[in-house]
């Protein structure tokens, strides 16, 4: 679990993890246009893609590969964890408190 707060940590990586949300399926390529465009963020590809590897690691992210391309997509799962890890007793998980 300390590998997926680390990739929290990072407000690039959110931002990351952001644009999956809005645009899921995304190239190293769009990603580093739409932080660009959208978040004034500027990074190399470089950087950019050991952002991705961090992310990957935690496993908030899964990489599919299609010919030359490699595909980014969110995966909420580790999510699911932290919320479990701190759910009260008693509370049903799927539920959303009014």
Not at 63 to 73: A, E, L, M, P, V
Request: hydrophobic share 35%; aromatic share 6%; charged share 30%.
């Amino acid at each position: 679990m300390g590998d997926l707060f680390k990739a929290l940590a990072d407000p690039t990586r959110r931002t990351i993890l952001d644009e999956l949300t809005e645009h899921d399926g995304q190239t190293l390529f769009e990603i580093c246009v739409r932080l660009t465009s959208r978040h004034q963020v500027t990074l190399t590809r470089q950087a950019v893609s050991q952002h991705l590897a961090v992310l990957e690691e935690a496993g908030l992210i899964t990489t599919r590969k299609q010919g030359r391309y490699k595909f980014h997509h969110l995966d909420t799962t580790p999510l699911a964890a932290i919320f479990e890890r701190w759910r009260p007793p008693g509370k049903e998980s799927n539920r959303a408190d009014p």
